[in-house]
Every structure is written in structure tokens, then in C-alpha cells.
């Protein structure tokens, strides 16, 4: 088993359509969690970080944390062309300390 | 947040070659981590680089392969020694800092590494 899974899609929404985007890890100790944006030959970009269960908003994404089932997504609202990328997901795992785990990426594309 | 200058941002070596790329960040920061990331995969985890101490490397990466140097807060080299085809990739480095609203880590733009 992966210690972060993702779906590599591609993952195709219509603009203006809210985005889903998930995650899942193996280690039930993971405290942080991150979602990142890599448009193609950039580098990641930060969107979000979380680190307790429930919801973080900032503009429009959502980050959704459930640490019980050992997931977490990002929502994209209103979707844009603009956010055509690929979505990295990232954790830290117990006795990892400050080192990012990333998981193979989901694909998106929004589509006029 | 933290900005960081990578360099060079891309580079075509000869097999049997060594590439040093540099990192340079504008303020001062505890740990650099260095990361590869091969065509069309996520991104892996080289080494973390503390300033005054060994780089700490990840299963798989040896020193001898991927020296790293952190010679003050602010600066890292990596250097990828005899190069072989299977070593190109994206090299990265990265730092914590705060990026658009949340804390986390913050990417340098990246080397993109050809060996011929």
C-alpha cells in the first residue's frame, strides 16, 4: 500500500462545476496534510495546509480532513480553465518530522 | 513567504558528468530539503539539509551520488555526480515557509536535468 494515494485521472469537470479532489493515507499518526498545484514544467505551488479534522476554506478551494477514514480532498469551486493542472497531495508521517510525503497527483481539466 | 532562486533552471550533461545546483533563499531557514522529480512522477524526497551538520538522505540516496552542501541559512548546493541517463529529472529544493495563506513548504522553480 502507497503511503499517499491518488487518482492520476484525468479528472474532467465543465467550467463553473466544483472540482473533487481526494486523498487517502496509510499513517494513522499523520498530523499535517497539504495541497499543492503543479501547472505542467512548473514547480508546486502551496495551495492549503490542514491539519485538524473538519473544513478550511480560503477563497475557493475547501480542504476536507477525516483523519478517522484517513483521507483528505480539496474542493475546487467554480472551476477555470486556469486551474487546469496536476493537484499533488502531501503528508507528513509519524517520525518523519518536517519531511513531505507526496502522492502521484490527480490531473484536472476544466473544460469551456 | 520565503523566496528561493534556483539555478540553473535547466541544463543538458554529458553521462559520466556532475551538475551542481544551487539554492539561495532570502531569509534564513533551519532545514533546505532537496527532492527529484522523474518525467511524469510525483515528487521524492533526495535529502534534508541542515546548516552545520550531514545531510540526512532518504532510502535509495547516497552521498556519494548526491553530495550536498549547506554552508549558512540561506544557501545549498546539490550536486548530482556521474550522471547517467536515468538521472534526468526535475531537481527541486524547498523550504517551510508560509505560501498563499497557509504554512507549509515552498518550492525553488527547479533544474531541469537532461543527460545525454
Do not use: H
Request: proline share 4%.
Amino acid at each position: 500500500q502507497k503511503e499517499v494515494e491518488q487518482n492520476s485521472g484525468p479528472l474532467s469537470v465543465p467550467e463553473g462545476a466544483i472540482a473533487s479532489l481526494n486523498c487517502t493515507y496509510s499513517d494513522r499518526g499523520s498530523q499535517s496534510f497539504f495541497w499543492y498545484r503543479q501547472y505542467s514544467g512548473k514547480s508546486p505551488e502551496l495551495i492549503m495546509s490542514i491539519y485538524s479534522n473538519g473544513d478550511k476554506e480560503d477563497g475557493r478551494f475547501t480542504a476536507q480532513l477525516n483523519k478517522a477514514s484517513q483521507y483528505v480532498s480539496l474542493l475546487i469551486r467554480d472551476s477555470q480553465p486556469s486551474d487546469s493542472a496536476t493537484y499533488l497531495c502531501a503528508v507528513t508521517l509519524t517520525g518523519g518530522g518536517n519531511k513531505l510525503t507526496f502522492g502521484t497527483g490527480t490531473q484536472l481539466k476544466v473544460e469551456l | 513567504s520565503a523566496v528561493i532562486s534556483q539555478k540553473p533552471s535547466r541544463d543538458i550533461c554529458q553521462r559520466g558528468t556532475s551538475l551542481t545546483i544551487q539554492c539561495q533563499v532570502d531569509s534564513q531557514v533551519t532545514m533546505m530539503f532537496w527532492y527529484r522529480q522523474q518525467p511524469g512522477q510525483s515528487l521524492t524526497l533526495i535529502a534534508t539539509a541542515n546548516q552545520g551538520s550531514e545531510a540526512t538522505y532518504e532510502s535509495g540516496f547516497v552521498i556519494d551520488k548526491f553530495p550536498i552542501s549547506r554552508p549558512n541559512l540561506t544557501f545549498s548546493t546539490l550536486t548530482v555526480s556521474n550522471m547517467s541517463p536515468e538521472d534526468s529529472s526535475i531537481y527541486l529544493c524547498s523550504v517551510e515557509g508560509q505560501g498563499s495563506g497557509s504554512y507549509g513548504y515552498t518550492f525553488g522553480s527547479g533544474t531541469r536535468l537532461t543527460v545525454v
